[in-house]
């Protein structure tokens, strides 16, 4: 290819008159985007290959996401010696070098709203059946509350929901006053039994993820090995592969969808440099569906102006969701089919017609195409092509130092990363305050001595002006500004006197007022009540003489009966 078509990317070659004649798109009309769509086995992914080829020996910036695997693999074979050192080739399958990727990393105020949205579309894309209002809420919630800690991953989710000294800690550092209020006002008045359920359909999902080794590794990392403005601006390579036999089908979408996401903000912070300053970057992803969020119209929309070109395939239209459907239709400068079923040939008639009908679109061949192809910004009649051959590999291939240089430069050992994890997942130990010490100093209530109602008499309370002893180490040598651990004080309990039953004293018992004090003796001596006078029996004088009278005369009449 010479110089002066440098920027146009060929992929296809007509046959007019038995004339072939191949033919390209230029990289200003690549800006409106290029949207693909045939039947599996028809020549999409070869279509996307050559494409990616030629802008990675034309020194382009390309991001090629892949959930197939062997596509991305085989450009391994054609990237350019003095190309190397710019590839990112992420391969979550790759456990011993994982690469970090944190979506939440440096996120600035103006763009965690934007962050958190692009969030939630991948959650509710994947969990769709699950997803509800209230699931919504307090994730956003959740989300936006982490964006404001430094070092937060979305490992932090799950951690913010279960372990309540983590979630002060990330509170703590909320300066949005909606974001505060939300877990200050209302989380904290949540029952144990109302937020156990209403986190535990978050938990869940989100702990499928964490649980899986690739995934985990990858978003666990707190600091992200490489910068996706620096690479789109400095024009970097980077393959994704994300091949669904190895890392799994829902880790394939969830890393694919972060992955988008992450390259549409990066792009729209481009905004701070001039127009003619921005750098082309060209993003080709296979079976897009799998990764189209609902903010994914948005990116078909402004991505243009902020130098992203999208080259995008997937195998039917209802595989897309209406919005993303009607962004593309609406959007997309060039458009080709292949071979495709007999409900999508309806719906793509309309675009071909009247050069090509339903009946022709399902009837094409192994990499026959109809395209409508955007000419110096002008849409070209319907035409037919047939797509070019696969581009001869490279006579030396950089495959390994590509590999060894990226693990090198973006990877990091395993062992150091899992330990990493395990240290971040340690309880927080609270730390020693001023208002701690406050609360320490301040005098302690003692609990009542408890007494009998007979012992109330025998026991006086025992009031000591000496302190009581504490087994601590001395005050002085807490520093709450040095951020030290609470320091556990053992005081030792009052002693209980035991209560018992009373008993009878036994016969020479001492009673023990006789042994008080004298103020004792004479308070209880005051408090005994007055003896009543005893009343005087009258004595009947006259009734005892006539007794004795009686007595007498009975005992002189036993004297003389028995003379």
């Given at each position: 290819?010479?110089?002066?078509?440098?920027?146009?990317?060929?992929?296809?070659?007509?046959?007019?008159?038995?004339?072939?004649?191949?033919?390209?798109?230029?990289?200003?009309?690549?800006?409106?985007?290029?949207?693909?769509?045939?039947?599996?086995?028809?020549?999409?992914?070869?279509?996307?290959?050559n494409?990616?080829?030629?802008?990675?020996?034309?020194?382009?910036?390309?991001?090629?996401?892949?959930?197939?695997?062997d596509p991305?693999?085989?450009?391994?074979?054609?990237?350019p010696?003095?190309?190397?050192?710019?590839?990112?080739?992420?391969?979550?399958?790759?456990?011993?070098?994982?690469?970090?990727?944190?979506?939440?990393?440096?996120?600035?105020?103006?763009?965690?709203?934007?962050?958190?949205?692009?969030l939630?579309?991948?959650?509710?894309?994947?969990?769709?059946?699950?997803?509800?209002?209230?699931?919504?809420?307090?994730l956003?919630?959740?989300?936006?509350?982490?964006?404001?800690?430094?070092?937060?991953?979305?490992?932090?989710?799950?951690r913010?929901?279960?372990?309540?000294?983590?979630?002060?800690?990330?509170?703590?550092?909320?300066?949005?006053?909606?974001?505060?209020?939300?877990?200050?006002?209302?989380?904290?008045?949540?029952?144990?039994?109302?937020?156990?359920?209403?986190?535990?359909?978050?938990?869940?999902?989100?702990?499928?993820?964490?649980?899986?080794?690739?995934?985990?590794?990858?978003?666990?990392?707190?600091?992200?090995?490489?910068?996706?403005?620096?690479?789109?601006?400095?024009?970097?390579?980077?393959?994704?592969?994300?091949?669904?036999?190895?890392?799994?089908?829902?880790?394939?979408?969830?890393?694919?969808?972060?992955?988008?996401?992450?390259?549409?903000?990066?792009?729209?912070?481009?905004?701070?440099?001039?127009?003619?300053?921005?750098?082309?970057?060209?993003?080709?992803?296979?079976?897009?569906?799998?990764f189209?969020?609902?903010?994914?119209?948005?990116?078909?929309?402004?991505?243009?102006?902020?130098?992203?070109?999208?080259?995008?395939?997937?195998q039917?239209?209802?595989?897309?969701?209406?919005?993303?459907?009607?962004?593309?239709?609406?959007?997309?400068?060039?458009?080709?089919?292949?071979?495709?079923?007999?409900?999508?040939?309806?719906?793509?008639?309309k675009?071909?017609?009247?050069?090509?009908?339903?009946?022709?679109?399902?009837?094409?061949?192994?990499?026959?195409?109809?395209?409508?192809?955007?000419?110096?910004?002008?849409?070209?009649?319907?035409?037919?092509?047939?797509?070019?051959d696969?581009i001869?590999?490279?006579?030396?291939?950089?495959?390994?130092?590509?590999?060894?240089?990226?693990r090198?430069?973006?990877?990091?050992?395993?062992?150091?990363?899992?330990?990493?994890?395990?240290?971040?997942?340690?309880?927080?130990?609270?730390?020693?305050?001023?208002?701690?010490?406050?609360?320490?100093?301040?005098?302690?209530?003692?609990?009542?001595?408890?007494?009998?109602?007979?012992?109330?008499?025998?026991?006086?309370?025992?009031?000591?002006?000496?302190?009581?002893?504490?087994?601590?180490?001395?005050?002085?040598?807490?520093?709450?500004?040095?951020?030290?651990?609470?320091?556990?004080?053992?005081?030792?309990?009052?002693?209980?006197?035991?209560?018992?039953?009373?008993?009878?004293?036994?016969?020479?018992?001492?009673?023990?007022?006789?042994?008080?004090?004298?103020?004792?003796?004479?308070?209880?001596?005051?408090?005994?009540?007055?003896?009543?006078?005893?009343?005087k029996?009258?004595?009947?004088?006259?009734?005892?003489k006539?007794?004795?009278?009686?007595?007498?005369?009975?005992?002189?009449?036993?004297?003389?009966?028995?003379?």
């Amino acid at each position: 290819m010479s110089e002066a078509n440098n920027d146009i990317v060929l992929f296809g070659e007509t046959n007019f008159r038995n004339k072939r004649t191949v033919f390209g798109i230029k990289m200003d009309d690549r800006r409106r985007h290029m949207y693909i769509i045939g039947k599996s086995g028809m020549g999409k992914s070869e279509l996307l290959k050559n494409i990616a080829i030629q802008d990675i020996q034309a020194g382009r910036g390309l991001a090629f996401i892949d959930p197939h695997g062997d596509p991305v693999e085989d450009l391994l074979d054609y990237i350019p010696k003095e190309r190397v050192k710019d590839v990112i080739y992420i391969n979550p399958a790759d456990l011993e070098y994982p690469i970090a990727f944190n979506i939440m990393e440096h996120v600035s105020f103006d763009k965690r709203h934007l962050i958190a949205d692009g969030l939630l579309s991948v959650f509710k894309k994947i969990w769709v059946d699950a997803w509800s209002a209230r699931m919504e809420y307090i994730l956003g919630y959740t989300i936006l509350a982490l964006l404001e800690t430094p070092g937060a991953t979305l490992l932090g989710i799950n951690r913010v929901l279960s372990d309540k000294e983590y979630r002060k800690h990330i509170v703590e550092n909320v300066t949005d006053p909606e974001v505060k209020a939300f877990w200050t006002q209302e989380f904290a008045k949540y029952t144990d039994k109302f937020a156990t359920e209403a986190v535990a359909a978050i938990q869940n999902k989100i702990g499928q993820f964490v649980a899986n080794t690739l995934i985990r590794n990858m978003i666990g990392q707190p600091k992200s090995s490489f910068d996706m403005r620096k690479a789109m601006d400095e024009g970097k390579i980077l393959l994704v592969n994300l091949s669904k036999g190895r890392v799994g089908e829902d880790a394939s979408r969830l890393l694919g969808a972060l992955m988008i996401t992450n390259i549409q903000l990066a792009a729209m912070s481009r905004v701070d440099t001039p127009m003619v300053e921005r750098k082309d970057f060209i993003l080709v992803v296979d079976e897009f569906q799998n990764f189209a969020t609902a903010s994914f119209a948005n990116i078909l929309s402004e991505a243009r102006k902020f130098r992203l070109s999208l080259v995008i395939a997937h195998q039917y239209i209802t595989q897309m969701d209406e919005a993303v459907s009607d962004a593309v239709f609406g959007n997309v400068g060039t458009i080709v089919t292949f071979r495709v079923g007999a409900e999508d040939a309806e719906a793509l008639e309309k675009e071909f017609t009247p050069e090509f009908m339903a009946t022709d679109i399902v009837n094409l061949g192994f990499r026959q195409i109809y395209l409508k192809l955007l000419i110096d910004g002008v849409t070209s009649k319907a035409f037919s092509a047939t797509t070019m051959d696969t581009i001869a590999p490279l006579a030396q291939s950089e495959r390994a130092a590509v590999l060894e240089n990226s693990r090198k430069k973006y990877g990091k050992s395993r062992e150091e990363v899992e330990k990493a994890i395990v240290e971040w997942r340690q309880p927080l130990v609270a730390t020693h305050t001023e208002q701690d010490e406050r609360e320490y100093r301040a005098p302690r209530r003692e609990m009542p001595r408890q007494f009998a109602p007979w012992q109330e008499q025998h026991f006086q309370r025992r009031e000591s002006s000496e302190p009581r002893r504490e087994f601590r180490e001395p005050v002085s040598q807490i520093e709450p500004s040095a951020g030290k651990p609470y320091q556990r004080v053992f005081r030792p309990p009052a002693p209980v006197r035991p209560v018992s039953a009373p008993v009878r004293p036994p016969k020479n018992f001492a009673p023990l007022s006789q042994l008080q004090s004298e103020p004792v003796a004479k308070q209880q001596k005051q408090l005994k009540a007055p003896e009543q006078p005893r009343k005087k029996k009258e004595v009947d004088l006259v009734g005892l003489k006539e007794i004795l009278k009686q007595s007498l005369g009975t005992l002189e009449q036993e004297e003389k009966s028995e003379e």
